[in-house]
């Protein structure tokens, strides 16, 4: 008899066998997690080798990361058969890279959702579309599991639950107009535990609390009431129609901001002036989630006094490149002066700021092995910096 396997993505990473206890896969390999987790989210297009070392291996030193590799799928496969055998099938390879292949007896949770939500594009009948995000609220538990391992992590998590809260107004006005405000109450309820900053939801189930008192107070006198629902239905109406602007126009301008994003590799490079603005921006936000970050300064120098105009310019090329590199898309550079380059590094510690600047030296030595020019840093918390 054929087991059936359920993998979840959904606030942690566990593999169900049957009715038996979930398997929280984190616990037995992060990084092997996390390799599955984004094959699984390129739903079946094969991924090269080069990308997942990008994708996965982007923070990670080593001298052959193409092996790395080879090993952890050879590990993931290993954990996943001694979960259940012939599970490790799923992660598989062809000519063109790693896909993963879910066969007849698995089920994943995030596969199940983004085929609801790409069936909703579709514009199916009334009926399908309310099955369908019905189907959704009920297997949104919680957002998709990030580990920090992958890069592009965060955007796949911010992709779902933006999918799952917009499901959430599109069930909620479908029951406005059957006026099923309890229901709208009920729908509005779990998708704040997901999200309980989402304004237009807490508005929502506001407006339809109301529209259940005003219901009670309408028993006892119909006629004052009809009065007043006639009215609130004309403004929720043009209510309505003001939020659907709204969410047309956000959309339209997430999908553009989006592009863009796809478009950058490695670090912001800038200027000073954009530079000392984005320390603001950035400095507001890192204060108000308790974070803190890092500032980075590289200077390029000759080993046996000034360098020629010539030799820096070429230096600082090589340096600059190792930066656009080896450096996250979340850091900020800037050239300061011929010879001096300065970074902020958000979110990190001490020891992995150092670390970092640590590997950008080690690796500027190797474009220059013989001597003659030498790379110098310093990295410190900014807020001692700037006492």
Known sequence: MQHQVAVCLLGDITVRVDDSAPVRLTAKSRIGASLMEYLIMQRGQPVSGARLIRELWKDRTGRNPENALKTMISRLRSLLHGICVGLGDCVANGASGYYWQTLPWVQVDVLDLMDCMDRLRQRPPEAEKRELLERIMVEYTDDLYNSGDISNGSTMVNYLHKEYLDAACALVEMMRAEKAWGEICRVCRRALEIDSTDRQLRAEMADAAEWLERGERRRSDRRDDRQDADENEESLSRSTETGRQLRLNLDLIARELQEKDRERQGPFFCDYPVFKEIYNIQMRNL?????????????????????????????????????????????????LDADLVAMLLPTVNYSTGSMVMGRIEKLFGKEYPRGGVTLQYRVNPLGNVMA
């Open 287 to 335: 204060e108000r989630l308790g974070s803190t970050m890092f500032l980075g300064v590289m200077m390029v120098t000759g080993e046996n006094g000034g360098l020629t105009s010539v030799s820096r310019e070429s230096a600082m090329a090589a340096l600059m490149e190792i930066l656009r590199n080896n450096l996250r898309k979340g850091d900020i550079v800037t050239r």
